[in-house]
């Protein structure tokens, strides 16, 4: 169902969301075809140059995770075993290959397994290394020249440097878009919740760019004209953490009591927030964003400044500069069971987010929705905190 009142960008965001898979369908059937990948890592930009629809595969809280179990250790992050069990499910059936980068240990050790479980006739895993040293940079760089020209055997076609620049074009366009969707969050209350913006985003990462940057202008024309904005004047929470790609947890959130205005998440800022530049060397310029731009807890960054504090703010200065901003009241940091990578930084993101002055709620969930009671019972505890 639609929100009430939505127009044309909200309604069709709506629809994606809820029938998420659909376009992509749709659109295979017209004849194109339809790369799909995990992570905020894989690069969408060569996907997109050699002609194909980049796909991210998504997961289902509200789908119990059977046949992934029987062929994946349940230890593995539940987001990832979701995204797969979807896939054995044939949910995205659709698809004409995968592509999967070496991001955290659950999806680069699943990698077999699902590219041999899926038996797609395309496969890809892309090494990418954990600093970010200039010859980390140069062999990054050389593992995406391999990925490039072997997509491009498979496509059939060349993926020229005009064809990359184009489609790093058009998708910094859409994240620039994205940002403008944000900026309605600042005011109080916000002009667009955090459950549609949710929607929004997910509903994008699942259609063509240019189809994507489409919704995004037709969302922002909606909103600019709200008489008033749909939410009360609430407690404006941060939510901080890996990757949110339902609306399930935010809603509960705002159902709560609280407005979601901002986030430090995939499927949120950590992917939209920063551009790819535009320059003489395209794949050298996809090459940095995805080692330097893209702020993940995989890739390990060197010591910055001289105390422990100064090299906090290095790692998690986007934290500060979002909860400023967007003037957040708090901060609730939501990390998938078994996700090392963050669960690792936990103490430290939450060191840093206190050294602000900010109250923050730490969850650990199983990304089920099996777990909506139990978490909603912290949530409210921590909105009354905020209220005295």
Same mark, same amino acid.
């Given at each position: 169902?639609?929100?009430?009142?939505?127009?044309?960008?909200?309604?069709?965001?709506?629809?994606?969301?809820?029938?998420?898979?659909?376009?992509?369908?749709?659109?295979?059937?017209?004849?194109?075809?339809?790369?799909?990948?995990?992570?905020?890592?894989?690069?969408?930009?060569?996907?997109?140059?050699?002609?194909?629809?980049?796909?991210?595969?998504?997961?289902?809280?509200?789908?119990?995770?059977?046949?992934?179990?029987?062929?994946?250790?349940?230890?593995?992050?539940?987001?990832? /075993? &979701?995204?797969?069990?979807? $896939?054995?499910?044939?949910?995205?059936?659709?698809?004409?290959? *995968?592509? +999967? !980068? @070496?991001?955290?240990?659950?999806?680069? /050790? &699943?990698?077999?397994?699902? $590219?041999?479980?899926?038996?797609?006739?395309?496969?890809?895993? *892309?090494? +990418? !290394? @954990?600093?970010?040293?200039?010859?980390?940079?140069?062999?990054?760089?050389?593992?995406?020249?391999?990925?490039?020209?072997?997509?491009?055997?498979?496509?059939?076609?060349?993926?020229?440097?005009?064809?990359?620049?184009?489609?790093?074009?058009?998708?910094?366009?859409?994240?620039?878009?994205?940002?403008?969707?944000?900026?309605?969050?600042?005011?109080?209350?916000?002009?667009?919740?955090?459950?549609?913006?949710?929607?929004?985003?997910?509903?994008?990462?699942?259609?063509?760019?240019?189809?994507?940057?489409?919704?995004?202008?037709?969302?922002?024309?909606?909103?600019?004209?709200?008489?008033?904005?749909?939410?009360?004047?609430?407690?404006?929470?941060?939510?901080?953490?890996?990757?949110?790609?339902?609306?399930?947890?935010?809603?509960?959130?705002?159902?709560?009591?609280?407005?979601?205005?901002?986030?430090?998440?995939?499927?949120?800022?950590?992917?939209?927030?920063?551009?790819?530049?535009?320059?003489?060397?395209?794949?050298?310029?996809?090459?940095?964003?995805?080692?330097?731009?893209?702020?993940?807890?995989?890739?390990?960054?060197?010591?910055?400044?001289?105390?422990?504090?100064?090299?906090?703010?290095?790692?998690?200065?986007?934290?500060?500069?979002?909860?400023?901003?967007?003037?957040?009241?708090?901060?609730?940091?939501?990390?998938?069971?078994?996700?090392?990578?963050?669960?690792?930084?936990?103490?430290?993101?939450?060191?840093?987010?206190?050294?602000?002055?900010?109250?923050?709620?730490?969850?650990?969930?199983?990304?089920?929705?099996?777990?909506?009671?139990?978490?909603?019972?912290?949530?409210?505890?921590?909105?009354?905190?905020?209220?005295?």
């Amino acid at each position: 169902m639609a929100e009430k009142g939505a127009g044309k960008g909200l309604a069709t965001a709506d629809r994606y969301y809820q029938d998420y898979g659909g376009r992509a369908r749709e659109l295979k059937k017209q004849g194109q075809r339809i790369m799909g990948y995990l992570c905020a890592l894989a690069p969408v930009e060569i996907i997109s140059a050699a002609g194909f629809v980049p796909f991210r595969i998504k997961g289902n809280v509200n789908e119990p995770i059977t046949k992934a179990d029987s062929e994946m250790e349940t230890i593995v992050c539940p987001l990832v /075993r &979701s995204c797969f069990d979807m $896939s054995l499910k044939g949910k995205y059936e659709f698809l004409d290959g *995968i592509v +999967i !980068p @070496h991001a955290c240990d659950s999806i680069t /050790r &699943s990698y077999s397994i699902i $590219s041999y479980s899926l038996g797609l006739p395309y496969s890809h895993f *892309i090494n +990418i !290394p @954990h600093t970010t040293k200039d010859i980390s940079k140069e062999f990054f760089k050389a593992e995406l020249g391999t990925f490039k020209e072997g997509l491009a055997r498979f496509a059939g076609k060349e993926i020229s440097d005009e064809s990359l620049a184009q489609a790093i074009q058009l998708n910094n366009e859409v994240k620039a878009k994205v940002r403008e969707l944000y900026q309605f969050r600042k005011s109080d209350p916000p002009l667009i919740s955090g459950t549609e913006v949710t929607k929004v985003v997910v509903a994008a990462m699942g259609i063509p760019a240019v189809e994507a940057s489409q919704l995004l202008d037709d969302v922002i024309d909606e909103v600019k004209k709200r008489a008033s904005p749909p939410v009360k004047k609430l407690p404006r929470i941060m939510v901080v953490g890996a990757e949110v790609d339902d609306i399930a947890f935010i809603k509960l959130i705002e159902d709560s009591g609280a407005n979601v205005v901002v986030d430090s998440m995939c499927v949120g800022t950590r992917d939209y927030f920063f551009d790819v530049d535009t320059g003489q060397d395209p794949l050298g310029s996809i090459a940095d964003y995805y080692l330097r731009k893209l702020n993940c807890p995989r890739t390990y960054r060197e010591w910055a400044g001289e105390t422990y504090e100064e090299d906090l703010e290095a790692r998690f200065g986007d934290i500060g500069s979002f909860a400023k901003n967007f003037k957040v009241d708090g901060v609730i940091l939501y990390i998938l069971k078994y996700c090392d990578p963050f669960g690792f930084e936990v103490p430290a993101r939450m060191q840093y987010i206190q050294s602000l002055d900010t109250p923050v709620l730490y969850i650990e969930d199983e990304y089920s929705m099996s777990t909506i009671a139990r978490l909603r019972t912290r949530v409210q505890a921590f909105l009354e905190i905020l209220a005295r």
